[in-house]
T-cell receptor, first 114, second 114 residues
Framework: NAGVTQTPKFRVLKTGQSMTLLCAQD?????MYWYRQDPGMGLRLIHY???????AKGEVPDGYNVSRLKKQNFLLGLESAAPSQTSVYFC?????????????FGSGTQLSVL | GESVGLHLPTLSVQEGDNSIINCAYS??????FIWYKQESGKGPQFIID?????DKRQGQRVTVLLNKTVKHLSLQIAATQPGDSAVYFC?????????????FGPGTRLSVLP
């Protein structure tokens, strides 16, 4: 039982390059989320999805795009990477949203933008 | 602005002692809270949760206390072990301008001394 799997685990980009982070979950969860984690700050929500084919903006969506073409996958894209996007990115999923529903997290992707 | 925060960014305890990690929240409408543990290089892992209609909940070696009067949440770890060394986050579930989602505190790093 893999849970939430993120790929890649590490990546270094140059400013202006693009990339896609992949998140896959095998728990048949409806909800999926992308967070970023920066030193001294809590996890901040970038985008989320309440089901296949849906996406919504979170707290810090600028510079990112997402897609949820399949229920088990949630992709995070950076079209033109900036140094401010250097961070650790976590994907999470949950069966329901909100009250009384805990998040299951992947192991993270460390991204450096030079 | 409203946020979830922590009283102490770091905490060092002797092995075998009890640990208390604190969290302050400012949104009185928040009705569900979770504590997560994050070990180095891993994603956050669920520890324990509590609803706003409760003031205490116990798990295995962990207890969460909720004081709604002063908007304070704490995590107590009994007989702290080396494996408890990690960063601990509190998260509150509340309505934001981007939907109902969890807001995370910046975290407390717990170090267990031999």
């Amino acid at each position: 039982n893999a849970g939430v799997t993120q790929t890649p685990k590490f990546r270094v980009l140059k400013t202006g390059q693009s990339m896609t982070l992949l998140c896959a979950q095998d728990m048949n969860h409806e909800y999926m989320y992308w967070y970023r984690q920066d030193p001294g700050m809590g996890l901040r929500l970038i985008h989320y999805s309440v089901g296949e084919g849906t996406t919504a903006k979170g707290e810090v969506p600028d510079g990112y795009n997402v897609s949820r073409l399949k229920k088990q996958n949630f992709l995070l894209g950076l079209e033109s990477a900036a140094p401010s996007q250097t961070s650790v990115y976590f994907c999470a999923s949950s069966h329901e949203q909100g009250y009384n529903e805990k998040l299951f997290f992947g192991s993270g992707t460390q991204l450096s933008v030079l | 602005g409203e946020s979830v925060g922590l009283h102490l960014p770091t905490l060092s305890v002797q092995e075998g002692d009890n640990s208390i990690i604190n969290c302050a929240y400012s949104n009185s409408a928040s009705d569900y809270f979770i504590w997560y543990k994050q070990e180095s290089g891993k994603g956050p892992q669920f520890i324990i949760d509590i609803r706003s209609n409760m003031d205490k909940r116990q798990g295995q070696r962990v207890t969460v206390l909720l004081n709604k009067t002063v908007k304070h949440l704490s995590l107590q770890i009994a007989a702290t072990q080396p494996g408890d060394s990690a960063v601990y986050f509190c998260a509150e579930n509340r309505d934001n301008n981007y939907g109902q989602n969890f807001v995370f505190g910046p975290g407390t790093r717990l170090s267990v001394l031999p």
